[in-house]
C-alpha cells in the first residue's frame, strides 16, 4: 500500500518505519553545525521568521547523501514529506517554543537531464522534481484558499477541525472538498473564520523563451501552481527557473473523468533570470573591453562589427550601435519619466538590407523579441485583459513590448499596421509604460524597451518628391518619437552595384567555420543551462583568445579595418550598459544647445520633401541619450564634445537625409591628405561648434586661406591639373579660368532670413534673364536681385551674403554655376 495517512487509521508499518530512517538520514544533513553551519544558519532565520523557507542545494545533499539525492528527483512527492518532517524535527530542537506555522522547503542546484522547458517536458517526468525555464505571460489573482477549517456546535459545544487537501499538495491524499454544515447527530455548525486556517494560491502561465523555441514552431506554454509566500512573486514579462513537482491533473466532463490530462508543475522555489540574459564576463574580457574603449577609433570599430556581411549603411550601423547601448533614463521630482531607450526607424526601398538589421539586432542584442506590423494588433503588443477559463476571473495578458522590458522590439513591415494599433503604442515609446483601464481592470505594466522598426513605401518605391509622412503614410506624432529616421534608397551607381554583387557573391561562397554542406548542427547548450546555479567551465574559459575575427574575407569592410566577433561584441555592450551612466559637463551642455539651435535653423529652411521629420523638443532630447551613447562606447564618465559632435552629425543625417557640411569638408580634406604628412593640427580635426547662422561659404574661406580656390567645380578641376604652385602665391594668379570676382579672407555667411529673400528674388531674375533655361552671366543675375531688393525696400545684399546665397543655392539643387555663369535647375 502506499503512504495512508494516520488520522484515517490507516498505516503501512513497513512504509512507516522507512520514512522514519529517511528522516533521520535528512536530519543529520540539517545538523551541520559542526562543518560549514550553511543550513543550520538558514533554520535559525526560519525560526527569527526572516526567509519564508529553507532553501536546500541539490549539489551539498548529492555530497552527502546521494542516494537520497537521487530518490529525491525520482520520486519527490514521498520524500519531500521525510524532508519536511526532518526539518520539523531539527526546528524543535533549536527552538523549545512550539511552531504553529507550516514547513516549506525549496531547492536549487543541479537537475541534470530534469533541467527542461515546456517543450522537453514529457510522460517520463511525471512526479519527478523538475526545473523548467521560461517567461511568464498571465497570472491569475491571488485567491485564498482554505487549509483546515474550525466547526463550533451550539447544540453539544464541542469544536469540529477539518483539514483539506488535493492533488496540488504533493504526499497527500485527496481530501472531500464538502464543507460540513452539520454533524453527525444533523446538528447545525457554526464556522470560526478567526481559527480556520488560509494560504495564499495563485496559477501562472509559463510559456517557452523566444531564442529556445525551435525555429517556424509555436512555443509553448505550461501551467505553474504556486501556494504560501511564492504566491505573487512573479509578474508578465519576467524571466523565471520554476523549481517544483511536475504532475498530472485530471480533467473532468459532465462529471466523468476521460483519459486525456493536464500538465502542470507545482512550485516550491521560484528563481527570477536577469532580464539582460548575457554571457558573463570573465577578467580577461574586463581587460580587453577596456583597452579597446581606450581606442580613439572604438566608436567606428563597433558600428562596422555590427552586421558586418551588409555592405554600406554606416551611419545606420551607428544608430542601431547608439540603440543596443541606450541612454540615461531619468525620474524627475515631480515622478516625471524621461526616457532612456532609443528608438529608431528604417524607411527605405526593397532589397536595401532593412531587415537583414532586425535579424541582426535579434541575434546580438541581450534580450530581443520580433514582430510584424500584419502580423500583430495593438493589444498584442501592449497587453490583452483575457478571461480565466477556471475561474472565470478577468487577468492580464502581456504583449510583445511588456515581455521585451528593458531589451528591443524589433517591428519589420510597421507601414503594414493599421492607424489604431499604431496609436496603441505611442505611450509605450514615450513613457515606457503601458496603461491599461477596461473590464474592472486598473493596471500599468512596464514596457521600457527599445523599438526598431523597418517600413516599406506606399508606392513600392521611396518617392523623394514627397515627403516621408506621405512616403509611409504616418502621422508626425508617431515619427516624432523615433530619435533616428533613416531613409534607404536603392540609387543606380555603378561603381556602388558593383561593390554589392561582390559582396553578396562572398557570402555565397564563404561558409561558417565547422558547418559543412548538409551536416545537421546539434542541439543544446553548456552545462551551466543544466543548473540552477552557474558552474565553472574550464572548458569553455579562454575558449576565444582573440577580441578580432580572424577571417574577415566574407566581411564588408574595406581592406585594413578588423571587425569585432560577436560574442565580443555581446560583451562589450553588456559591460557598457552595466557602466556608470556618463554625465554631462558644461562644455557638452552648452554644445548640445548650439547644436539644437542650429537644427531648428537649418530645418527652418529646408523643405518637406528634404527632412525626415519635424525637429523639435523631442529631438533635443534624443541629442542627449544619442551623445550619452556615444559616451557609453568609451566607457567615459563625462561625455565630451567629440561625444555630442558625433551625435549630432548622426542626428543631421537622419533628419535631413545629408551629413553637415562641416563633416562632409574635414572627410574631403581627409581623404586628400591620406598618404602625405600633414603638419597643421586644423586639418586633422573636425570643427567641434557650429555658428548658429548658416555658414556656407567656410569652404571657400578656409581654402583661399591655404591657397587653394574653389570658387567652382570646373575651377577645382584646374586647379588640380596646374603645375606646382607656391604657398605664397595669391589664388588668382594661380588658376587659368577666369579671374574670381571676389577674395575673401573670412567665411562668407547669410542669415536665414536673409536667404529666404535672396532666393525668391534669385528666382524671379532668373526667370526674366533665363526663360529657356541657359546660363546667365553671374553679374547680371546679382544685379537683377538687388534691383529687386531695392524695389521692396529690404536693402542691398552684402557682397558675402551674394556669395554664400549663391552657395547655398548650389548645394540645394536650385541652380548651377560654372565659370561665372549660372544656369536655374
Known sequence: MANLPGHLGLVDREVEQRNREFTQEYISFFDDSKSDNRMHKQIEDFCDGLIPRVIVNIDSLREKLPNRADQLLKNFAEEVGCVEAALKEVHHRANDANFDGHYHVGFEGSMGDRHVNPRSLKSNFLGNLVCCEGIVT????????????????????????????????????????????????????????????YKDHQQFTLQELPECAPAGQLPRNLDVIVDWDL?????????????????????????????????????????????????????????????????????????????????????????????????????????????????VLLIGDPSVAKSQMLRYVLNTAPRAITTTGRGSSGVGLTAAVTTDPDSGERRLEAGAMVLADRGVVCIDEFDKMTDADRTSIHEVMEQGRVTIA?????????????????????????????????????????????DLVFVLRDEHDCDRDRNVAEQVLKMHRYRTKGEPDGTVLKMGGAVKTISTKPLDDDAEKGRNDGIYEKDSAWTAVAKGEKVLTIDFVRKFIKMAKNAPTPELGKKARDMIADAYAELRSVESVQED????????????????????????????????????????GLLHFACFKEKPKQKIEWERRHKKKTGEDDDEEGDEEMPEEQEEVISRGKKRGRLNSAGDSQDTTSQEQTQESTASQTATMDVDTTLTQPTPKRVRSEPATIGVGRYKLFKKYARKALDELSASGDFVDEDLVTQKIQELADKDGQGAFEEGEVVAGYEKMGDDNAIMCSEGRICPI
Open 231 to 343: 504566491a505573487d512573486a512573479v509578474q508578465p514579462g519576467d524571466r523565471v527557473r520554476v523549481i517544483g513537482l511536475y504532475r498530472v491533473m485530471p480533467k473532468k466532463r459532465q462529471g466523468f473523468t476521460d483519459c486525456s490530462f493536464r500538465s502542470l508543475i507545482i512550485a516550491n522555489n521560484v528563481q527570477h533570470m536577469s532580464k539582460l540574459a548575457s554571457p558573463d564576463l570573465e577578467t580577461d574580457d574586463i581587460k580587453r573591453i577596456r583597452k579597446l574603449a581606450k581606442d580613439k577609433d572604438v566608436f567606428d570599430i563597433l558600428s562596422r562589427s555590427l552586421a558586418p556581411s551588409i555592405y554600406g549603411h554606416e551611419e545606420v550601423k551607428k544608430g542601431i550601435l547608439c540603440l543596443l547601448l541606450g541612454g540615461e533614463e531619468k525620474i524627475t521630482a515631480s515622478g516625471v519619466r524621461i526616457r532612456g531607450d532609443i528608438n
Open 609 to 648: 520633401t528634404e527632412r525626415t521629420m519635424i525637429v523639435t523638443v523631442r529631438q533635443l532630447e534624443s541629442l542627449i541619450r544619442l551623445s550619452t551613447a556615444v559616451a557609453r562606447a568609451r566607457l567615459a564618465k563625462e561625455v565630451d564634445p567629440v561625444d555630442v559632435e558625433k551625435a549630432y
Open 438 to 482: 477596461k473590464a474592472g481592470i486598473q493596471a500599468q505594466l512596464n514596457a521600457r524597451c527599445s523599438v526598431l522598426a523597418a517600413a516599406n513605401p506606399v508606392y513600392g518605391r521611396y518617392d523623394p518628391y514627397k515627403s516621408p509622412m506621405e512616403n509611409i503614410n504616418m502621422q508626425d506624432s508617431l515619427l516624432s518619437r523615433f
Open 138 to 197: 498571465k497570472c491569475t489573482s491571488v485567491r485564498p484558499k482554505v487549509v483546515s477549517s474550525v466547526h463550533y456546535c451550539p447544540a453539544t459545544g464541542k469544536t469540529l477541525e477539518r483539514r483539506y487537501t488535493d492533488a496540488t499538495d504533493p504526499g497527500s491524499l485527496i481530501s472531500s472538498n464538502t464543507y460540513p454544515t452539520q454533524d453527525e447527530n444533523k446538528n447545525p455548525l457554526t464556522t470560526e473564520f478567526g481559527l480556520s486556517h
